[in-house]
Structure formats: structure tokens, C-alpha cells
Nanobody, 124 residues
Framework: QVQLVESGGGLVQAGGSLRLSCAAS????????MGWFRQAPGQEREFVAG????????DYPDSVKGRFTISRDNAKNTVFLQMNNLRPEDTAVYYC?????????????????WGQGTQVTVSS
């Protein structure tokens, strides 16, 4: 079955960086669009970044644009999220997700597979 496993979360000071990884198995990774979402306590799951399997086009919300970068290594079945200049408001559990449409989706309901999440905590 499809498995997505996130890693790379942790505690970092404001202004610092983290790189999240998501290793996928059980699917033909090269034809799945991948996304990253985050969810803070008491808040809805929020789209953070997405990368299409066609042409590698990407999408970000304004809240992270210029600070976060999503990339993928199809040979390693892995998607990455490089997070720079982190802020306390970036604190959340970060989830990796996958869907088969070639267009990046920004709503959680469009994604059919999810990882378990990795905690990111940014201290001020």
C-alpha cells in the first residue's frame, strides 16, 4: 500500500532553517503530485507547498513564499521542503500528501494519501 513517511522536523530558533523529507513507497512516485500541509493546534490544515509531476511546477501561499522551497527527487521517491527564515507562527505538525492530478491542489480534500506528520517548533 501507499506509504508516506516524513522526517526532519524539530526545534529551531526564529530565523533558522529546517529541511523536511517525505519518502514515498507503494506508488509510481513520478506521476504523483506532492504537497506539504501544516496544522497548528486548534487550526485547520493549511497548504504550504505543492509540486506537480508534470514539469515540476510549484505553488506556495503568500505566507511562506520566498522562505519555503519544495523539490522532488523522483529517483529516490522523495519530496523535500526547505524552510528558511522560520518564524514562531510556522510552528505546526507538517504533513506530506499525494494525489494523481497533474495540477497542484491547495485544498487538503484533493489529496488521497497522507503521511503521519512531523513536528516543527520555532522558538522566539
Amino acid at each position: 500500500q501507499v506509504q508516506l513517511v516524513e522526517s526532519g522536523g524539530g526545534l529551531v530558533q526564529a530565523g533558522g532553517s529546517l529541511r523536511l523529507s517525505c519518502a514515498a513507497s507503494g506508488l509510481t512516485f513520478g506521476i504523483w503530485t506532492m504537497g506539504w500541509f501544516r496544522q497548528a493546534p486548534g487550526q485547520e490544515r493549511e497548504f504550504v507547498a505543492g509540486i506537480s509531476w508534470i514539469g515540476g511546477s510549484t505553488d506556495y501561499p503568500d505566507s511562506v513564499k520566498g522562505r519555503f522551497t519544495i523539490s522532488r527527487d523522483n529517483a529516490k521517491n522523495t519530496v523535500f521542503l526547505q524552510m528558511n527564515n522560520l518564524r514562531p507562527e510556522d510552528t505546526a505538525v507538517y504533513y506530506c500528501a499525494a494525489h494523481t492530478s497533474p495540477a497542484v491542489a491547495t485544498t487538503a480534500g484533493r489529496y488521497s494519501h497522507w503521511g503521519q506528520g512531523t513536528q516543527v517548533t520555532v522558538s522566539s
